[in-house]
């Protein structure tokens, strides 16, 4: 695990396991996560060079896997004025887990698309997440 970026993102180096029949990718083990907080989980697709951004929550932690394709995820620190941004996906195999209050968004990067999962230690309230247009931070996607 490598804490990264005002301790706000955990980068986790994901297994590959090599199979005759197909790759087996893991995502989370009981030695890894607390499986007990797991309170949502869900796939997301995101189009070749769409973007997703701005999301910020106010007490979700995020558990985020690319499992398929590649997507480049961009945090932005509001205080410091800061960006942090990193790729993941087949090729990076890893896991982010991002603490609530940051800024973020992303972009799909693998033609058609990239499956991102998620898993989440809350369940999804509107009142839980702030939105801001892709405008409204300023990032040369």
């Known amino acids: 695990m490598k804490k ?3 301790g706000k993102i955990k980068i986790f180096s994901l297994q590959k396991v090599k199979n005759k029949k197909g790759e087996i990718l893991k995502a989370f083990n009981k030695n890894n ?3 007990n907080g797991i309170k949502e989980v869900y796939f997301s697709w995101v189009k070749n060079k ?3 951004a701005w999301k910020y929550h106010k007490k979700m932690t995020l558990n985020i896997v690319v499992p ?3 997507v480049k995820f961009v945090f932005y620190d509001e205080k410091r004025k800061r960006f942090f941004n990193i790729t993941i996906g087949e090729n990076n195999y890893k896991r982010l887990t991002v603490s609530p209050k940051i800024w973020f968004g992303f972009k799909g990067l693998n033609s058609p698309r990239s499956l ?3 898993c989440a230690n809350q369940m ?6 702030v939105r801001k247009k ?3 931070i300023k990032f040369n996607w």
């Not at 999804?124 to 997440?129: Q, R």
């Open 50 to 52: 769409n973007v997703k």
């Open 116 to 118: 991102i999962l998620n």
């Open 124 to 129: 999804h309230k509107k009142n839980e997440i």
């Open 134 to 136: 892709i405008n409204q």
């Open 33 to 35: 996560l607390n499986l």
């Open 68 to 70: 398929y394709g590649r």
């Open 4 to 6: 990264i970026f005002h």
